[in-house]
């Protein structure tokens, strides 16, 4: 079994990217990721493509692939928005 690294013994994940002062962007990047799966599996689940998607939310296919991208972390709140309501949902946000 690999030995954890001297100081790192208990420590949650959390408090690891913490202490690297990433935790706010690694959380920001799995929201994004999760969203970008549901709006993608919404999307299969209807039936809907991407043209169709794109037309629904009055928006370009180039955008809609930046949304529908993971890595991508430059969408806006608005056009998540839009994406939920193009596939019948509505997005929920809150601070904890």
Known sequence: MPKEPKGFIGQSVDDFFEEQGMLAECQAGAIKEILAEQVQQAMERENISKSEMARRMK???PALDRLLDPANSSVTLHTMQRAAAAVGKRLS???Q
């Open 59 to 61: 928006t370009s296919r």
């Open 93 to 95: 946000l809150s601070l």
